[in-house]
């Protein structure tokens, strides 16, 4: 059995990232909500707070935003960060997608 990995640009909107966050937010992600989930991830992982000195003002709206849509809770000073299952599984998808070098066996 061969391995192929597939690296791609790191941290960018790929078309199936666009997608799947389509289907969950209704629109297509934007790099900077792309480039929010890996500390939101990190944070979730953690169970932690996010720290406000990490985000910027765009974020924060980005936060409150996905608040409103009941993805989760994110912006309680001192709670965790709290997701939906809908929510984990369009970032675990799309931290892959954009992040992570592919690793496919092939089969010869």
Known sequence: MNITVI???RGCETSAAIRRGKAIL???LTRTEL???PYLFVCL????SIRREHVS???LAILVTW???DLGEF???NRPVSVTKEFHDLMCDVLWESYCPHYEPVEE
Do not use: F, K, Q, V
Request: net charge negative; glycine share 18%.
């Open 7 to 9: 690296n791609g640009p």
């Open 26 to 28: 209704g629109h297509g």
């Open 57 to 59: 003002r765009e974020e």
């Open 75 to 77: 912006t309680a000073p």
């Open 35 to 37: 480039r929010l989930m």
């Open 67 to 69: 608040e409103g849509m």
């Open 45 to 48: 992982m953690d169970r932690t």
